[in-house]
T-cell receptor
Framework: AQKITQTQPGMFVQEKEAVTLDCTYDTSDQSYGLFWYKQPSSGEMIFLIYQGSYDEQNATEGRYSLNFQKARKSANLVISASQLGDSAMYFC?????????????FGPGTSLSVIP | EAQVTQNPRYLITVTGKKLTVTCSQN?????MSWYRQDPGLGLRQIYY???????DKGDVPEGYKVSRKEKRNFPLILESPSPNQTSLYFC???????????FGQGTRLTVV
């Protein structure tokens, strides 16, 4: 069965430092996409970054980058120059392309706190 | 403005009283999904739809129904809610499977 693991329930980072949030996934499929979403305390879900399984380059979006290691089945999110507004829950998700089903699996999330 | 709109935002109901949570998107997206979010479990997919009149079960469909009569609307129906359906619910839509999902604001449901 497909599964997403986020091993860090909570993390702290000093403002302006970089932080890496871990995500490992388990799938037998070859075609899939990996997503990261942010959920601030206000509750909304905000899309951050996407990586396709066939993308050779690691995805980047502003201060966010995705360290994609397909052989290790990991898709870690790197946030550079942390800001106080980065304090939130972060979810890694995987979406299957291969089957006729639109399965989307989320990890349990990592709570990030940015310290001034 | 591109958005997914869920209603209501908050709902307290009693066991067994049928309810519907509405979801509407204005982006002409084919794909829509419902999720529930529980502490420590992340989001779990309840139902999804890949087109009008095409819906299928996600990981946790028991106790829920959906319909997709028009592209923009994807209501979630709880025919006989139970306390274990107390949760935060999200509706989401996307253009296709390798693009970002747009989420509604969430519906906090409490069943007593």
């Amino acid at each position: 069965a497909q599964k997403i693991t986020q091993t860090q329930p909570g993390m702290f980072v000093q403002e302006k430092e970089a932080v890496t949030l871990d995500c490992t996934y388990d799938t037998s499929d070859q075609s899939y996409g990996l997503f990261w979403y942010k959920q601030p305390s206000s509750g909304e879900m905000i899309f951050l970054i996407y990586q396709g399984s066939y993308d050779e380059q690691n995805a980047t979006e502003g201060r966010y980058s995705l360290n994609f290691q397909k052989a290790r089945k990991s898709a870690n999110l790197v946030i550079s120059a942390s800001q106080l507004g980065d304090s939130a829950m972060y979810f890694c998700a995987m979406r299957d392309w291969e089957t006729s089903y639109d399965k989307v699996i989320f990890g349990p999330g990592t709570s990030l706190s940015v310290i001034p | 403005e591109a958005q997914v709109t869920q209603n209501p935002r908050y709902l307290i109901t009693v066991t067994g009283k049928k309810l519907t949570v509405t979801c509407s998107q204005n982006m002409n997206h084919e794909y829509m999904s419902w999720y529930r979010q529980d502490p420590g479990l992340g989001l779990r997919q309840i139902y999804y739809s890949m087109n009008v009149e095409v819906t299928d079960k996600g990981d946790v469909p028991e106790g829920y129904k959906v319909s997709r009569k028009e592209k923009r609307n994807f209501p979630l129906i709880l025919e006989s809610p139970s306390p274990n359906q107390t949760s935060l619910y999200f509706c989401a839509s996307s253009f296709n499977r390798n693009t970002e999902a747009f989420f509604g604001q969430g519906t906090r449901l409490t069943v007593v």
